[in-house]
Structures are given as C-alpha cells and as structure tokens.
C-alpha cells in the first residue's frame, strides 16, 4: 500500500514512493537505489553530518543542538552498561559522539564510509574511525555497546546489518538506535514535505511498533524508548524551507513546539532513541 509521494529536496529533485512493509511495518523508500549509484545523493555541501561548517542558521542550530545533547546520550548509555565500556559508533560522522565518549574514558571505535568526515573524526579520536568495511573485520561479542544516531535508516540491506551487530555484540550488550518517527505531529503536518523522509538517503521509515517487530526477530528487546525533544524544532524548521521555497524559522519554530507539546501525551516524538538489549 503507497503511503505517499515525497520529492528529493536536497540533491535530485527526484520523486520517490513510500510504501508500507507488510512483514515488519515500516515505510520502504521506492525504488531504492543501488549500492552503486546511493553514494551520488549524498554528494552536497548541505549534507551537514559531514561537516563541522557553520554557514547559516540551519547548521548553527544543528551544531548547538548537537553539543547540547552530547553528554545527554553518554549518560542515557552509561545507565545501562558495565564497566568495561567499549563502544561502537556505526556513521559516526565528524566523531563528536566518540569524542565525547573518549573523554569520558570510553575505549571507543567508529565507522564511517565519508571520507572527508572521517578525517575530522580521526583527528578527535586518535585515529579510532575507519572505513565501513571494517565492520566485517571485528571480532564476534567485541562490544558492549553499538550506536546508530540517525544511521539505521540509511542501511541498505537492513537484516543483514543487523545479524551483524547482533554478532558484533557482547551478551546482554546495547545497541542504541535513533530514528525519525513519521507517527509525530510534525511529520503528520508537512506531510510530503518532512524533511525527516529525507528520501533516497533514508531507506526506511520507522515507527515505534515497526521497530519492536524489527528487533524482535534478532532476539534483541527494547528496553526504553527515549525522546529527542530538539529534533522536532530542527525538522520543522527546514521542512518549512521545503513547503514554502523559503526559511521561515519562526513558523519552524512554533510546528515544532506545538509537535513537542502534542508528543507530552501521545508520546509520537519527532525522534525517538531506542535502547535495545541483546539477549
């Protein structure tokens, strides 16, 4: 069943379908494109997980936001872990996360298939960041705990990433997921125009019960399912970029308000971490 018709608005222009999954639930990006030719919608200077720039309002914000919620998400992680604490960053960007980990003595590892953001990672990281084809180099039960901030929905292939950090994990390891949530108010309000879809880039598009029915087939739990609260402010205000032809952060601003207000009792955030323990 189509759900809906969302246009590439930072790269392409290209239109694409999002179409439900019948088996777990999600939303398919369709067609998806090929291993070959996906690296081609990230190539844009407005790609901002690549870059430590700070060229206008947007990535201010952004970069604000990030070193805001840094800490943050070590402590959610560090409630729930032991004391060994050896961490995995999956697309780890510039490697501010790991950074953060490293200084909070986390013996700490990343991956990351940009070449340009993993130079910057490295040079916070001590050369802990590498190509993606390393995660076939790890070995088995290696972590205690695997993160994917807003990186889950661009994998291809998403069984076979996931059989992979079930292996790569410890025995009642963590592995952390963060994802757009397309059941928020937010992404109900600008419909084809949420710039969470984000599409080809974003594969998938999850839900909290598609992601449960996701996990669950790998023997993982979800233990907690954690609000990002500044995401649907950050959204809003480039969604509103797309409806219009032009910024209006303001207007962002309130949408993205009024979507956290109305996520107080529907508990549908903008975006949602789920902490999920390996069995």
Same mark, same amino acid.
């Given at each position: 069943?189509?759900?809906?018709?969302? *246009?590439?608005?930072?790269?392409?222009?290209?239109?694409?379908?999002?179409?439900?999954?019948?088996?777990?639930?999600?939303?398919?990006?369709?067609?998806?494109?090929?291993?070959?030719?996906?690296?081609?919608?990230?190539?844009?200077?407005?790609?901002?997980?690549?870059?430590?720039?700070?060229?206008?309002?947007?990535?201010?914000?952004?970069?604000?936001?990030?070193?805001?919620?840094?800490?943050?998400?070590?402590?959610?992680?560090?409630?729930?872990?032991?004391?060994?604490?050896?961490?995995?960053?999956?697309?780890?960007?510039?490697?501010?996360?790991?950074?953060?980990?490293?200084?909070?003595?986390?013996?700490?590892?990343?991956?990351?298939?940009?070449?340009?953001?993993?130079?910057?990672?490295?040079? *916070?990281?001590?050369?802990?960041?590498?190509?993606?084809?390393?995660?076939?180099?790890?070995?088995?039960?290696?972590?205690?705990?695997?993160?994917?901030?807003?990186?889950?929905?661009?994998?291809?292939?998403?069984?076979?990433?996931?059989?992979?950090?079930?292996?790569?994990?410890?025995?009642?390891?963590?592995?952390?997921?963060?994802?757009?949530?397309?059941?928020?108010?937010?992404?109900?309000?600008?419909?084809?125009?949420?710039?969470?879809?984000?599409?080809?880039?974003?594969?998938?598009?999850?839900?909290?019960?598609?992601?449960?029915?996701?996990?669950?087939?790998?023997?993982?739990?979800?233990? *907690?399912?954690?609000?990002?609260?500044?995401?649907?402010?950050?959204?809003?205000?480039?969604?509103?970029?797309?409806?219009?032809?032009?910024?209006?952060?303001? *207007?962002?601003?309130?949408?993205?308000?009024?979507?956290?207000?109305?996520?107080?009792?529907?508990?549908?955030?903008?975006?949602?971490?789920?902490?999920?323990?390996?069995?």
């Amino acid at each position: 069943m189509m759900h809906i018709k969302v *246009k590439d608005h930072s790269v392409s222009g290209e239109e694409f379908q999002l179409i439900e999954n019948s088996k777990y639930g999600f939303l398919e990006t369709t067609p998806q494109p090929s291993e070959k030719k996906l690296p081609e919608y990230y190539k844009s200077e407005d790609y901002i997980s690549h870059t430590d720039s700070q060229r206008n309002v947007f990535e201010k914000v952004y970069h604000l936001v990030r070193t805001v919620s840094l800490k943050k998400k070590l402590r959610l992680i560090t409630s729930f872990t032991s004391e060994e604490k050896k961490i995995l960053d999956v697309g780890c960007g510039t490697g501010d996360f790991l950074q953060t980990a490293k200084e909070n003595n986390w013996n700490v590892f990343g991956v990351e298939p940009n070449a340009q953001a993993r130079r910057i990672a490295n040079k *916070k990281t001590n050369n802990s960041v590498y190509d993606i084809e390393q995660l076939l180099k790890f070995d088995s039960n290696s972590f205690d705990v695997i993160t994917l901030w807003h990186v889950l929905e661009h994998l291809p292939n998403l069984e076979d990433h996931l059989t992979l950090f079930k292996n790569l994990l410890k025995p009642k390891g963590i592995l952390i997921i963060a994802v757009p949530n397309y059941k928020s108010y937010d992404a109900k309000y600008y419909k084809q125009f949420w710039a969470a879809y984000d599409v080809p880039r974003h594969l998938w598009h999850f839900n909290r019960n598609s992601m449960s029915n996701l996990v669950s087939k790998f023997n993982f739990q979800v233990k *907690k399912i954690s609000p990002m609260w500044f995401d649907a402010f950050y959204v809003s205000m480039l969604s509103e970029k797309y409806k219009s032809g032009k910024m209006n952060p303001i *207007k962002g601003f309130f949408v993205g308000l009024l979507s956290n207000i109305k996520a107080l009792g529907s508990k549908e955030v903008s975006s949602l971490i789920y902490i999920i323990k390996n069995s």
